[in-house]
C-alpha cells in the first residue's frame, strides 16, 4: 500500500520563510507528468537556497544546500502495511504533499532550516539510509541504484573513503553518520563530519510520543503510530559550511529586462527570474538545483552568450573573471569544480594512487576537471562578444584587461594551437579531438557528455563546426579591441583570420545525404527493432506525415575515429543558426530536420524537439542510445528549445511559424521549465514525463528569459 507523506513548516523559532519555488507549480505545470515527484525551494538565513525535494517512486528525501561546499542530508521513507516494518527491498512508496512555509536561523557559526513531514497513521513507518555529506556523493548514490537497496543496508561509502580509513583510522569514526536517539518525546539525531573533520551535518527527526513510539536500529528508525490519526514528524538540518553571497535581480538584469518583466505580470517570468537568483552569487554561478550546485564553466559561458539581451554588462565580467581564475595549466577552462565531501574524494584518491602526503594537509582543496573541449573554445567567443558590447565603457574594458588579461591570452594561445592542425591541413583526421578514457573511448567533451552523447564519435560537430571557427573569429576581434585599448594584442593574431577562414569548411566533414528511398528504409528498420506500442505508435505518425519526398540533409552529430560521419540527427545545429547567418539554402537545409516530424526528423508533437534522432545509423548506435537514454531520442532538453527558438527570433530571421509550432509542442508536455523531459507510451498513446534526475532549476534552461524578451520585442505589434 501506498504511505502518503507530507511535508509542513512548523513555527519557526526565529524566521519563517515561505518557499522561494515549488515543482510542479499548480497552472504551471502538468503533476502526472512529475510522477509523484515534489520539490520546494527555501532561502536560508544568509540567503543561500535549500532544496527539500521527495522522489515519490522511491521515498527518497533529500535536502540540498547550494552553499560554498554544495552539501546534502539525504534519508528514505518507507511504509509497511498495519504492524508490519518494511523490510523488502522496496517497500511501499510515499506521496508527496507541501504545507506552507520553513523556519530558518543562524547560531554560533550554523545555519538551520525546520520544517516538518506528516506519515499516515495505522502502518509502521521506516526512516533509512541515511546519507550526508556531499551531493555529488548523493548524486553517485542515486546513478548506482543504491535506493534500491533493504531499507537497513550498510551506509553508502565511496570507495576512495574506505581506503583512506584503512591507511589512517583518525578517519574510520567518520565514515558513517553517528545516531542519537532519546526516547521520552522521541528525538533522533543523525549527525556526521567531513572525513577531514573540518565541517559537519545533522539532521533531526522529533516526534510526539503520545502519538507515535520510536526506536532505532541498524542505522533504521522505526516509528509505530499509537493510532489512526496522522503522525507529524520536524525535521532540523544545520550545517556550518561556508555561505555564498546571493545576487539580485537588479544585478544580474538590465533595468529594459526588469520592466518588460514586471509589466508581463507573468508567473512563469516570474518563476524563471527567481530561479536564476537563486543560482547566482557572487562567487559564481550555479549550474543547477539539486543536482548540480556548483561551478560548471559550459553552462556559465553557454547561459552569458544566450542572457546578453537581458543581463546587465556587468554579468559577463563576472562570468569570464570565474573561468579565467581556474584555467589550467595550458589555458584550458575548468569543466566543474570539486568542493567539500568531493574535493576530498578527489585529493584522496590522488594521494591514494601517488602517495604524496602533501594532499592530505588539505583534502578540501579545490579540484578542477578539464576534461571537456568546447568550454575552451567557447571562452573567447564569450570575451568576443563583450569587448563588442558599447555598453560597456572603455575604462571598464581595459581594468577588466589589466586584470586578466594574462590568463585570457593564455586561453587563446590554447585555442589557436588546438586549432592549428586543420588550419595548416583541412583533413577530418586534423578536426579537434575529445580525449580518450583508459579504456581507449573517445570521451564525449562537450555537453552531450554522456557516454554515448556522440554515439561513440571523436570529433563533435558542435566543438568543429561552431565553437572552433566562432572562438578563432573572436581572437581576431579581441586583437582589434585590445590594441584599441592601447594594450598588447593577440600574438601571431595576423595567422588567426586565414585560419578561421579555413575552419570555415569544415561543415562539409560532417554532412549527411539521403535519398528519399534511403530515408525511408533506414527508418523503417529502426522501427521493425522497437517494442510494438512505440512501433505501432510511429507508423500512425508516418501515415500521417509520410516520408520526406525530398533528398534529406543534416550534419552527423560526429565522426567516429577514422573521420567518418555518423549519421545521428542532432539539435546541435540550432547554436550554429543562432551564432551565424548562414545563407537561404543553407539554412532551410538545417532547419528542415527540426520540423519534420519524427521518427523522419526532430519534431515530437506534444514534447517537442528529441534531442538526438538515430533512425539512420547502425543498429549498434541504436543499442547504445537504448542503454543510456540523456542524450538519445526519448529527451527533449529545453536548453536546445531556446537556442532553436532564439535562432529563428534574432537578427531578422523571424519565423512565427516553425517558433509557435515547436512552442505549442513543449507547452502541451507540461514540462517546459524542465531541465529536460522524456516520454512513456500507454494504451498506445505518448505521454510526456519528467526525466528522473533532471534539475528542477537549471542555468542554461533559464535561458528562456532572453526567448521570451526577444520574441516580444522583435515580433511587429498586431
Not at 13 to 37: H, I, M, N, W
Amino acid at each position: 500500500m501506498l504511505m502518503a507523506l507530507v511535508l509542513m513548516m512548523q513555527a519557526a523559532p526565529t524566521q519563517k520563510a515561505a518557499p522561494v519555488l515549488e515543482f510542479p507549480t499548480r497552472g504551471l505545470d502538468d503533476s502526472a507528468a512529475y510522477e509523484g515527484y515534489h520539490a520546494r525551494l527555501f532561502r536560508d538565513s544568509r540567503g543561500n537556497a535549500v532544496e527539500i525535494y521527495i522522489e515519490g517512486k522511491t521515498g527518497r528525501v533529500v535536502h540540498l544546500w547550494a552553499d560554498g561546499l554544495n552539501e546534502s542530508i539525504g534519508f528514505t521513507v518507507r511504509g509497511g502495511q498495519g504492524g508490519q516494518e518494511a523490510t523488502a527491498a522496496v517497500a511501499a512508496v510515499p506521496t508527496v504533499a507541501f504545507a506552507e512555509g520553513a523556519s530558518v536561523w543562524s547560531a554560533s557559526g550554523r545555519r538551520s532550516l525546520l520544517y516538518a513531514l506528516t506519515i499516515p497513521g495505522g502502518r509502521t513507518t521506516q526512516i533509512g539510509q541515511f546519507l550526508l555529506g556531499s551531493m555529488r556523493i548523493e548524486r553517485d548514490f542515486g546513478y548506482a541504484g543504491r535506493v534500491q537497496d533493504p531499507i537497513d543496508a550498510p551506509t553508502f561509502v565511496p570507495e576512495e573513503f574506505k581506503q583512506l580509513a584503512e591507511r589512517d583510522s583518525a578517519y574510520r569514526k567518520r565514515l558513517t553518520p553517528a545516531f542519537s536517539l532519546m526516547t521520552s518525546t522521541w528525538r533522533l539525531r543523525v549527525s556526521q563530519a567531513s572525513l577531514d573533520g573540518r565541517n559537519h551535518l545533522a539532521v533531526t527527526l522529533t516526534g510526539d510520543a503520545r502519538l507515535s513510539s520510536a526506536s532505532a536500529r541498524n542505522g533504521v528508525l522505526t516509528v509505530r503510530p499509537r493510532g489512526a490519526q496522522a503522525v507529524t514528524i520536524s525535521v532540523e538540518i544545520t550545517t556550518d559550511g561556508p555561505a555564498l553571497t546571493p545576487l539580485t535581480r537588479t544585478q544580474i538584469f538590465t533595468t529594459a529586462f526588469r520592466r518588460f518583466a514586471d509589466s508581463a505580470k507573468s508567473p512563469r517570468l516570474e518563476r524563471e527570474i527567481r530561479g536564476f537568483e537563486l543560482l547566482s552569487s557572487k562567487q559564481k554561478l550555479m549550474a543547477g538545483l539539486p543536482t548540480y550546485a556548483t561551478y560548471f564553466g559550459r553552462d556559465m559561458l553557454m547561459t552569458a552568450l544566450m542572457m546578453q539581451p537581458v543581463w546587465a554588462d556587468t554579468m559577463a565580467e563576472f562570468v569570464m573573471g570565474a573561468a579565467l581564475a581556474k584555467l589550467g595549466p595550458d589555458g584550458e577552462v575548468s569543466h566543474e569544480e570539486a568542493l567539500g565531501g568531493q574535493a576530498i574524494r578527489e585529493n584522496g584518491a590522488e594521494f591514494l594512487k601517488t602517495g604524496d602526503r602533501r594532499l592530505l594537509e588539505n583534502l578540501q582543496a579545490t579540484r578542477e576537471n578539464y576534461w571537456m573541449v568546447d568550454d575552451d573554445f567557447q571562452l573567447p567567443v564569450v570575451a568576443g562578444h563583450y569587448f563588442a558590447d558599447a555598453r560597456v565603457s572603455a575604462a571598464r574594458k581595459r581594468a577588466f584587461v589589466r586584470r586578466w588579461g594574462a590568463a585570457l591570452r593564455k586561453n587563446v594561445s590554447y585555442v589557436m594551437y588546438q586549432a592549428a592542425p586543420y588550419a595548416h591541413d583541412p583533413v577530418a583526421t586534423n578536426l579537434v579531438r575529445f580525449k580518450r578514457d583508459p579504456d581507449g573511448y573517445c570521451h564525449p567533451g562537450s555537453w552531450r557528455d554522456s557516454r554515448v552523447g556522440y554515439a561513440g564519435g571523436c570529433y563533435a560537430f558542435d566543438v568543429n563546426v561552431v565553437w572552433v571557427p566562432q572562438a578563432l573569429r573572436a581572437i581576431v576581434s579581441i586583437d582589434s579591441a585590445l590594441r584599441s585599448l592601447g594594450e598588447p594584442g593577440v600574438e601571431h593574431a595576423d595567422l588567426i583570420a586565414a585560419g578561421a577562414q579555413t575552419w570555415q569548411g569544415a561543415a562539409r566533414h560532417f554532412m549527411v545525404t539521403l535519398t528519399p528511398d534511403e530515408v525511408q528504409s533506414r527508418v523503417r528498420a529502426k522501427l521493425a527493432s522497437l517494442p510494438e506500442p512505440e512501433r505501432e505508435y510511429w507508423d500512425g505518425v508516418l501515415t500521417r506525415s509520410g516520408y520526406t519526398p525530398d533528398t534529406l540533409r543534416f550534419p552527423a552529430v560526429s565522426l567516429d575515429s577514422a573521420g567518418n560521419p555518423i549519421p545521428v540527427m542532432s539539435t546541435d545545429p540550432a547554436m550554429w543558426l543562432l551564432l551565424q547567418r548562414q545563407d537561404d539554402a543553407a539554412e532551410r537545409d538545417l532547419l528542415r530536420p527540426f520540423l519534420l516530424p519524427y521518427p523522419v526528423g526532430l519534431f515530437i508533437d506534444g514534447v517537442g524537439l528529441a534531442v538526438a534522432n538515430d533512425a539512420y545509423a547502425a543498429p549498434a548506435v541504436w543499442q547504445l542510445f537504448e542503454r543510456d537514454l540523456y542524450h538519445s531520442p526519448r529527451v527533449v532538453w529545453g536548453r536546445e528549445v531556446n537556442m532553436f527558438v532564439a535562432a529563428l527570433a534574432q537578427g531578422g530571421r523571424n519565423r512565427p511559424g516553425a517558433i509557435d509550432s515547436v512552442r505549442t509542442a513543449v507547452a502541451r508536455s507540461g514540462l517546459q521549465y524542465a531541465e529536460l523531459w522524456s516520454y512513456k507510451f500507454e494504451n498506445g498513446a505518448l505521454r510526456p514525463v519528467r526525466y528522473g534526475s533532471a534539475s528542477d532549476v537549471q542555468l542554461w534552461t533559464l535561458t528562456d528569459l532572453a526567448v521570451q524578451y526577444l520574441l516580444t520585442t522583435s515580433r511587429p505589434a498586431q
